[in-house]
């Protein structure tokens, strides 16, 4: 029975995600909630099987999960033209920055407030990914500091509902409070140029959808969950099989790193998460690699797939006692992220505007840029806002464990 329910388990984790993604489209309820929260639901639903004392292999189903957040990396990162951050304004970069700031401040505030009874180390590093690049910088995160599965589901289903909250605020009355908070700042200049009177009021309004459309922005698309390939086109499904045996490739690479220095393979996920972040990186910088269609959405679809393994990994007797520890830590942390941003935009001089695109930017990443400033009315920051989600992606992994191995010094 065990090895049935074990294959039932991997077939789901395989499966699933199509369904899942065709619902959340279909029920406004369940869109809410989100594909990632879905996958989390049905995945807590199937662990069950082991309060009735049947159960499955739960240590594959980690193992599976864990594969499978560090194929996504390389091919979320791969769909980025980094090389559009030189495009970026001098307030756009500012506000972004000051979003990788207030990340950074708020994870040691915490890991030092609360080292004495939480896993610190693991959730403020975490933290860091989150609030700079997004979900997958955090699960990865996760994986390299040797956080319990049950620790990263609850770091997860704490996302998911603390985030599905925020991203109400922003889609409503978030613009009038930031511009009336930041009612005072100046709009931002490119390239440090004085306006004129009469071109800074021209400024203040909304700026045309065409000025959006000719800046160069990265590839990667609004909707996480739309490859954009038509089934009979086998030329673009040949080289989305290419990209993805490019993400194996880049993991083998972590995985010999290993065996040469540790004689492991897959007890230490630094090389591994480390390989494919910075190869991905790397890789991004080839138009041929960057263009192919249906990579970053194949990513995603893999960081589905690694909710579903995870959340069939816990153990409810662990999780019960996590869930809203871990659920109060995420909400204080993006609470405070939130306004450590909008104090320090405040301090700088960054624009309302600027400073909300900014901050969607840093919790939730490229796919709800575009949302988020048409409720604003700015149509132009959507390609500036997609940038800086983009570079997060790029850059929010490494940054996280680099700040993890920092707080592993003080333990």
């Not at 193992?63 to 791969?78: D, E, G, H, K, M």
């Not at 492991?264 to 890789?283: D, E, M």
């Not at 007797?317 to 939130?338: E, G, R």
């Amino acid at each position: 029975m065990t090895t049935v329910l074990t294959i039932a388990a991997l077939l789901c984790i395989l499966l699933l995600p199509f369904p899942i993604v065709w619902i959340t489209r279909k029920n406004k309820l369940l869109g809410a909630l989100g594909a990632v929260g879905c996958c989390y639901l049905v995945g807590f639903a199937f662990s069950t099987l082991g309060l009735s004392g049947v159960s499955y292999d739960k240590e594959l189903t980690t193992t599976v999960a864990y594969v499978l957040v560090a194929l996504s990396i390389p091919l979320i990162l791969f769909s980025i033209d980094l090389s559009a951050i030189r495009k970026l304004t001098r307030m756009t970069a500012i506000g972004y920055g000051l979003c990788i700031l207030s990340a950074l401040g708020v994870s040691f505030a915490l890991f030092f407030v609360t080292r004495s009874f939480f896993p610190a180390a693991d959730l403020a590093a975490m933290t860091v990914g989150l609030y700079t690049g997004g979900t997958p910088n955090m699960n990865a995160i996760g994986a390299v500091m040797g956080a319990q599965s049950n620790a990263l589901s609850a770091a997860n289903l704490a996302d998911t509902l603390v985030g599905g909250l925020y991203l109400l605020f922003l889609l409503s009355f978030a613009p009038r409070l930031y511009r009336f908070l930041l009612r005072k700042c100046k709009k931002a200049r490119p390239h440090g140029k004085k306006a004129s009177p009469a071109a800074a009021e021209k400024e203040e309004a909304p700026t045309q959808t065409k000025r959006a459309a000719s800046d160069a922005a990265p590839t990667v698309p609004t909707d996480d969950y739309r490859f954009g390939i038509d089934r009979k086109d086998k030329k673009a499904i040949a080289k989305l099989a290419g990209a993805f045996g490019l993400s194996v490739a880049c993991l083998g690479v972590g995985a010999l790193l290993e065996f040469f220095i540790e004689g492991t393979v897959g007890a230490n996920l630094l090389y591994i998460l480390l390989s494919v972040s910075l190869l991905g990186a790397v890789l991004s910088f080839i138009p041929s690699i960057r263009r192919i269609r249906g990579q970053y959405t194949l990513g995603m679809y893999l960081v589905l797939m690694f909710s579903l393994a995870l959340s069939m990994s816990i153990d409810w007797s662990v999780f019960l006692t996590d869930i809203l520890p871990i659920l109060a830590f995420f909400a204080v942390a993006q609470m405070s992220v939130i306004l450590v941003h909008l104090l320090f935009c405040r301090i700088a001089g960054v624009d309302g505007d600027t400073a909300l695109i900014t901050s969607t930017a840093g919790i939730y990443g490229p796919p709800f840029i575009a949302p988020v400033a048409n409720v604003a009315g700015r149509s132009d920051l959507i390609a500036p806002g997609v940038i800086c989600g983009a570079l997060g992606l790029a850059i929010g992994t490494l940054l996280g464990l680099g700040v993890g191995q920092c707080f592993l010094l003080f333990l």
